[in-house]
């Protein structure tokens, strides 16, 4: 072989190696001209192999030899591309002092047929120079994309363009922090000082990468760099941009991450009504952050007025999120709510503002919040949030705007069941009875249509609800009754004057005067002073019902059994007469005597072995399981008067959110309604999302008679409590390291604490000392509060 070929065989693979002692000695010694030709099969230089190894001592003889600085292997990349690839600066200083170009780009120079065999065709020469991942790319397209910032800071002060695009339409900002671990802070410096560079250089902001449909923003948030995402704010970007992919924002980004910093900024320079926009499956950036549990984020959304009713494509509320992801979702829903109660105080007057936007947020039925926290709540313990001084306030609000409908559904029951029941009476007494029979007929019509509509309103809650069908059943059978029984009477009178009605008129009339007393009880108990009865009657009544089927078949057995043993007794003549009897007989009408009468009678028959039967059924059903039901009714009623309240109030916002789902349907906002009775419809629809109580001394000003007195006490508790905690943050003049320490340390396990008694409390409050113990509750926080503070 050539000793020329040796020594530059020898001198390639010293480059490769980062042999530069060696490299230089050959060069200086035995130089020759090959020894600047390419080699391999991508045909690569010793200058780029020296510039990529960072070999300023190499490049300086190449170039007093006369080597082409600029010169490019066959897939375009130069010295230049590889020192901004490897991030040495200096190498890029000196190619660019010595007439190298920032415009270089990557790309197929040329395709050669013939390829020699011999040692400089190998390919293994330049086999760890790094292969780009796209044509078009320039050295300022990798200095980015690999987080060089002193490489890209001398690359566009040498003139570099900043908007240059590679074959795909990617800029280089485009391809900013995609190497970068948020985790590594001297990586995030550079990125944010790149950042900088190009934005100064009027880098376009608002580029879109063709592959993900991201901008720079996107990338910014990610990474949660507040520093960043404030430049390109300032610089024009598009804070709302949904990318193409998944639609998500940069706020939705910056709240799946939690970055507090870059979505405080973000949310300051979007318009308020956007801090719900959706992605491509309706999440909003607040179910992002509660999907991650970072709770400080959606705090934050909450405040800038998110929705926490705001529902995905699968029905996932912000509210079911929160209570699936974030620890303690209760007392975290209490903090925000506690804070929307504060004091607006001056020398002469002080009042107590009550904020209920984070429960009406704007666009949303007002209940919506309300009826997703109760869907969201598995237990009773979790729905003592409806116990906050807010949350009650707000329905109290909500039902004295909403009653006037309900009054007007319970008066057209109660003239339906009074007329309905005089009916009966003078059609059986055959008088005349024409004002009775219209006057039912029109109730039973507004019914009907008023159930129907219902129906077809929201047909998924109202078809599962037992009212429906049986307020639909009441308005059908008097409806029938009215018509055809009219007809029947004019008949009956023109045959025979003594003539009784049909037979299925009877039956007919007294269903339908049993269902619409029934139903007229129901709507009695949706009153709030009645609802604690009307829940304690249904749940003993679902208890008792399950007791029943559970012994169904003893009570059974024993209805045959006594029908076999005294079938000479004519209570006992057939099986329902002998399960009626001895359902009766559970309750100790048991008629001994007719019973076990004498022989001769014939009343009884195989004497030893019905006393046997009768004893056994006395103990264990009228007895045992008589007793079982009776106990379980206790049992429940103590165990209602803990959690009566609750349950009072979940009936309240259920009916609640009824007639404001209702009155706020299509229907009633259509042409046809008479513009007066569509301003009275939304006045009684909706509440002021803000209200405000005056007090002096502690002595309240009647400036809201809806609300009880018990809970404006308890409203001014709780902003005076909140104005206590203002008041000692702003005073406190401990060091802000000895407040963190405070809270780390102290805080967190005097939290937890606080939260497992006011659970305790909450649970034990009901409405006859419902303000008496919400004062207990947050008197013994605020002396825990303050004995733990003097220890600090």
């Known amino acids: 072989m050539n000793p020329r070929n040796d020594d530059h065989v020898k001198l390639i693979t010293s480059i490769e190696n980062n042999d530069a002692e060696t490299a230089v000695k050959i060069v200086t010694e035995r130089f020759d001209e090959k020894f600047l030709q390419p080699v391999g099969l991508l045909h690569v230089t010793a200058v780029q192999l020296a510039a990529w ?3 300023i001592e190499l490049l300086e003889l190449f170039y007093k030899n006369g080597a082409d600085i600029s010169v490019t292997d066959k897939i375009g990349r130069c010295a230049l591309f590889h020192a901004a690839h490897r991030g040495n600066y200096q190498v890029v200083q000196w190619l660019l002092e010595h007439g190298a170009s920032v415009e270089n780009r990557v790309g197929i120079n040329a395709c050669f047929k013939r390829i020699s065999f011999s040692i400089f065709s190998s390919p293994l020469v330049g086999r760890d120079l790094p292969t780009p991942e796209c044509w078009g790319r320039t050295p300022l397209h990798q200095a980015v994309k690999n987080n060089h910032s002193q490489v890209v800071k001398i690359l566009v002060n040498a003139g570099a363009d900043v908007n240059t ?5 990617i800029t280089p900002l485009l391809l900013a922090g995609s190497t970068v671990s948020p985790e590594n802070p001297d990586e995030m410096c550079k990125f944010d000082e790149i950042l900088e560079i190009l934005v100064n250089a009027t880098a376009s902001t608002n580029v879109v990468h063709p592959d993900t449909g991201t901008t720079a923003l996107h990338s910014a948030a990610v990474l949660g760099s507040s520093t960043a995402t404030k430049k390109l704010l300032d610089a024009g970007a598009w804070p709302l941009y949904r990318c193409k992919s998944t639609g998500s924002t940069p706020l939705h980004l910056a709240a799946s991450i939690g970055s507090t910093e870059t979505l405080s900024i973000l949310l300051e ?6 801090v719900d926009v959706r992605d491509n499956i309706n999440r909003t950036p607040l179910h992002r952050a509660s999907y991650k549990g970072h709770s400080d984020c959606v705090q934050i959304l909450i405040n800038h007025g998110g929705n926490l009713a705001a529902k995905t494509k699968t029905g996932v509320t912000v509210v079911d999120a929160i209570f699936a992801h974030i620890p303690r979702p209760v007392f975290f829903l209490q903090h925000i709510l506690d ?15 009550v904020d209920f936007d984070v429960l009406a947020p704007k666009g949303e039925l007002q209940m919506g919040v309300v009826m997703s926290l109760i869907a969201a709540t598995s237990d009773v313990e979790q729905l003592t949030i409806l116990q906050h001084p807010l949350v009650e306030t707000f329905l109290c609000l909500k039902w004295s705007k909403l009653r006037v409908f309900f009054f007007s559904l319970v008066f057209v029951h109660a003239l339906l069941v009074l007329s309905l029941s005089g009916y009966s009476m003078t059609m059986l007494q055959h008088e005349d009875c024409i004002p009775l029979r219209r006057t039912v007929t029109s109730c039973s019509c507004i019914l009907f249509f008023h159930t129907m509509a219902q129906v077809f309103m929201v047909p998924r809650y109202y078809i599962r609800q037992f009212e429906t069908w049986l307020s639909l059943a009441c308005a059908t059978l008097s409806l029938t009754i009215s018509v055809d029984g009219g007809s029947v009477e004019s008949r009956g009178k023109e045959l025979n004057a003594s003539r009784h009605p049909p037979q299925w008129v009877l039956h ?3 269903l339908a005067i049993l269902l619409a007393w029934m139903q007229m009880m129901l709507l009695v108990g949706r009153l709030p002073m009645c609802g604690y009865y009307a829940l304690m009657f249904s749940t003993v009544l679902k208890n008792i019902l399950k007791v029943l089927l559970a012994f169904v078949c003893l009570i059974v057995g024993f209805a045959f059994s006594f029908a076999v043993l005294f079938h000479g007794n004519d ?3 057939n099986s329902w007469r002998a399960v009626v009897k001895t359902v009766v007989m559970m309750m100790g009408e048991y008629e001994y005597g007719a019973l076990f009468s004498d022989e001769k009678n014939g009343s009884s028959f195989l004497q030893a072995t019905s006393r046997v039967v009768f004893l056994a059924f006395v103990m264990l059903a009228s007895i045992v399981l008589m007793h079982l039901m009776i106990g379980l009714a206790v049992n429940d009623i103590q165990g209602l008067e803990k959690e009566g309240h609750i349950r009072q109030l979940l009936k309240q916002a259920e009916f609640v959110g009824h007639l404001e789902r209702l009155t706020s349907h299509r229907i009633f906002r259509g042409n046809w309604l008479h513009p007066r009775l569509g301003t009275l419809l939304d006045s009684r629809r909706s509440i002021p999302t803000k209200i405000t109580f005056g007090y002096h001394e502690r002595y309240f000003h ?4 809806s609300v009880p007195t018990r809970l404006r006490e308890a409203l001014f508790l709780l902003a005076t409590g909140n104005s206590r905690g ?3 943050d702003v005073t406190s003049d401990k060091p802000e390291s000895c407040n963190n320490n405070n809270d780390d340390n102290g805080n967190r396990e005097l939290t937890a604490l606080l939260e497992e008694v006011l659970l305790q409390l909450r649970m034990s409050y009901y409405p006859s000392s419902a303000g008496r113990n919400f004062v207990k509750s947050f008197n013994a926080r605020n002396r825990t509060i303050q004995r733990k503070s003097s220890n600090f």
């Open 571 to 573: 209570q006992f003549r």
């Open 726 to 728: 203002c008041e000692s």
């Open 269 to 274: 320079r979007i318009p308020s009504g956007y």
């Open 508 to 510: 007919s009339i007294s």
């Open 165 to 169: 695009q590679d074959e795909h339409g």
């Open 339 to 353: 804070s929307r109660v504060r004091t607006n105080s001056n020398q002469k007057n002080s009042h107590i503002v």
């Open 702 to 705: 009647e400036s809201s008679p």
């Open 53 to 55: 190894q960072g070999r």
